[in-house]
């Protein structure tokens, strides 16, 4: 795993050693690390615990176009499935993702995950579509993700999500705070449609956000 990588959890919240980034987006951050997972598997137990801890600050819609675009290049994911299953949300759009594809495949070498699967049993909910993974092969922990209040002071966009709700308008709003100087700046910050972006920017301008995050 890239140092980049490590410092872009750190600031979402997941306890890995690394600094802290001012401008670090959940949903691309969280999609990245599903692909490091082959690399590292400690990052399964590790994205697990955060999205059973803040599954409501992802924006799903956005997390969706946010994969489509990244597996376009980088080719299928299915430990993104797999987190998505974990979130334990109901959403129509997680249910046509996961019946778009077959996301089946093994935390390991498939001799050893069946037998550990066989021994200990593996996790319902991805075990259902086709995800194995053995039940003692995830530690699901308190420590490994910082308190809310703490990851508000790591990430501006955490604690705009925390405050306003797990919406577009929040990272829009998060853009400004954090220097973007037009709508199409915002826009492209927060991955939002530039009509949407130069509604919020008008909106909130006159209350000058971005001078709160001067020392964030």
Not at 102 to 113: N, T, W
Not at 123 to 132: E, N, R, V
Not at 186 to 207: I, L, P, R, T
Request: some cysteine; aromatic content about 8%.
């Amino acid at each position: 795993m890239t140092n980049d990588l490590y410092s872009r959890l750190f600031t979402i919240g997941i306890q890995v050693t690394g600094k802290r980034l001012k401008m670090v987006d959940i949903e691309s951050t969280l999609i990245d690390a599903c692909y490091e997972i082959e690399n590292d598997s400690r990052l399964l137990s590790l994205l697990f615990a955060w999205v059973e801890k803040y599954s409501n600050l992802i924006i799903i819609s956005k997390f969706l176009k946010t994969y489509k675009l990244s597996s376009a290049k980088r080719g299928k994911c299915p430990w993104v499935a797999a987190l998505l299953i974990m979130t334990k949300k109901k959403s129509s759009l997680i249910s046509s993702f996961l019946n778009s594809d077959d996301f089946s495949c093994m935390s390991g070498s498939p001799s050893v995950v069946k037998i550990q699967a066989e021994r200990h049993g593996a996790i319902a909910p991805l075990k259902s579509h086709g995800i194995i993974v053995p039940k003692n092969f995830i530690r699901i922990r308190d420590i490994d993700v910082a308190a809310p209040d703490v990851i508000a002071k790591r990430n501006l966009q955490f604690k705009n999500r925390l405050l306003i709700g797990a919406t577009a308008r929040a990272d829009v709003i998060t853009a400004i705070m954090l220097k973007a100087e037009n709508p199409y700046q915002a826009a492209q910050m927060a991955n939002v449609a530039y009509s949407f972006a130069n509604k919020v920017f008008n909106e909130v301008k006159c209350f000058k956000l971005e001078k709160l995050a001067s020392s964030f």
